[in-house]
């Protein structure tokens, strides 16, 4: 733990270069005995200059605001702190920083880049809830996924056992633009013209969810953390398909760090890897009705 130690003492905070921008930063956050950060003020990066932090040994985290991947990465940024021996502090955002107000439904965090850049400056060392994927700024160092969650074929109708069930009349949902959207687009594009079914495109997973739990599509094309938020954690009635006829990858949900700070996400990934192997993290994800039992 001295290596850990010196590892934060080299972490980073930002000054201000003004004094009108210590009055931005300093109001753009509540400090609480139960800290919330208020709404973030968009500032230009240029204006922040590093100087160096020293908390000791102690890691801040970053979390989304409510929801239950909200609980499990509240649960999650204690385990870290006791695999890697060290003291905890989490900051909890408030929902009015988000350009739109986050869903239940989804796994992405949902700030700007500039936003995710001034939390950080500001209050944390890690940020949980980064989707893994290509798009993540490249200042960000991005952890092993701690959730790994199907994309899942889903119907109310038991008959209906896989894709290759699903005629011309049926009416698939999808979100469009999403993980497994594109494979599908693929798939019908090699099936026989007139033998697949009906393709609905909808703007959010809450938009898919309500199709599906109110029978305007016969079946969906969903993650399994968007089925589990609409049925309360109790998919009851709700039914998957067979394995899907094309490769999607699963949805990763990650920790980051600012790129500098190699060593504490290398240590991050290696709590996550004793969390991985011990159970701990399948059974977080059902336990706080993020992942399906029924898809594992």
Same mark, same amino acid.
């Given at each position: 733990?001295?290596?850990?130690?010196?590892?934060?003492?080299?972490?980073?905070?930002?000054?201000?270069?003004?004094i009108?921008?210590?009055?931005?930063?300093?109001?753009?956050f509540?400090?609480?005995?139960?800290?919330?950060?208020?709404?973030l003020?968009i500032?230009?990066r240029?204006?922040?200059?590093?100087?160096?932090r020293n908390? &000791?040994?102690?890691?801040?985290?970053?979390?989304?605001?409510?929801?239950?991947?909200?609980?499990?990465?509240?649960?999650?940024?204690?385990?870290?702190g006791?695999?890697?021996?060290?003291e905890?502090?989490?900051?909890?955002?408030?929902?009015?920083? $988000?350009?739109?107000?986050?869903?239940?439904?989804?796994?992405?965090?949902?700030?700007?880049?500039?936003?995710?850049?001034?939390m950080?400056?500001?209050n944390?060392?890690?940020?949980?809830?980064?989707h893994?994927?290509? /798009?993540?700024?490249?200042?960000?160092?991005l952890? !092993?996924?701690?959730?790994?969650?199907?994309?899942?074929? %889903?119907?109310?109708?038991p008959?209906?056992?896989?894709?290759?069930?699903?005629g011309?009349?049926?009416?698939? &949902?999808?979100?469009?633009?999403?993980? &497994?959207?594109?494979a599908?687009?693929?798939?019908?594009?090699?099936?026989?013209?007139?033998?697949?079914?009906?393709?609905?495109s $909808? !703007?959010s +997973?809450?938009?898919?969810? /309500?199709?599906?739990s109110?029978?305007?599509?016969?079946?969906?094309? %969903?993650?399994?953390?968007?089925l589990?938020? &609409?049925?309360d954690?109790?998919?009851?009635?709700?039914?998957?398909?067979?394995?899907?006829?094309?490769?999607?990858?699963?949805?990763?949900?990650?920790a980051?760090?600012?790129?500098?700070?190699r060593f504490?996400?290398?240590?991050?990934?290696?709590?996550? +890897?004793?969390?991985?192997?011990?159970?701990?993290?399948?059974?977080?994800?059902?336990r706080?009705?993020v992942?399906?039992?029924?898809?594992?």
């Amino acid at each position: 733990m001295h290596y850990f130690s010196l590892s934060l003492r080299s972490a980073r905070e930002f000054a201000s270069r003004c004094i009108c921008l210590a009055a931005v930063i300093s109001s753009a956050f509540l400090a609480t005995s139960a800290p919330t950060l208020a709404q973030l003020d968009i500032v230009a990066r240029d204006l922040y200059t590093e100087r160096t932090r020293n908390e &000791g040994n102690l890691i801040s985290f970053c979390l989304r605001p409510f929801g239950p991947i909200a609980a499990f990465e509240a649960e999650l940024a204690e385990q870290i702190g006791k695999m890697l021996l060290t003291e905890v502090r989490t900051y909890t955002l408030n929902p009015r920083s $988000f350009p739109v107000r986050p869903s239940i439904f989804d796994y992405y965090f949902g700030l700007t880049d500039d936003q995710m850049f001034i939390m950080m400056a500001q209050n944390c060392d890690v940020v949980l809830g980064i989707h893994l994927s290509a /798009a993540s700024p490249e200042w960000l160092r991005l952890s !092993r996924p701690y959730i790994s969650a199907n994309v899942l074929g %889903i119907t109310r109708d038991p008959a209906l056992k896989s894709l290759e069930d699903l005629g011309p009349n049926i009416r698939l &949902g999808v979100h469009g633009q999403a993980s &497994g959207d594109a494979a599908l687009v693929s798939y019908f594009n090699t099936q026989a013209k007139g033998t697949t079914p009906e393709r609905v495109s $909808f !703007r959010s +997973n809450q938009d898919l969810f /309500a199709a599906l739990s109110s029978d305007q599509v016969d079946a969906a094309l %969903i993650w399994e953390g968007a089925l589990m938020a &609409g049925t309360d954690g109790n998919p009851e009635g709700y039914y998957p398909m067979a394995r899907l006829p094309f490769p999607v990858d699963p949805i990763g949900v990650s920790a980051a760090v600012r790129i500098e700070d190699r060593f504490l996400g290398v240590l991050i990934d290696e709590a996550l +890897n004793a969390l991985d192997e011990n159970g701990t993290l399948v059974e977080m994800g059902l336990r706080h009705k993020v992942l399906w039992s029924e898809a594992r």
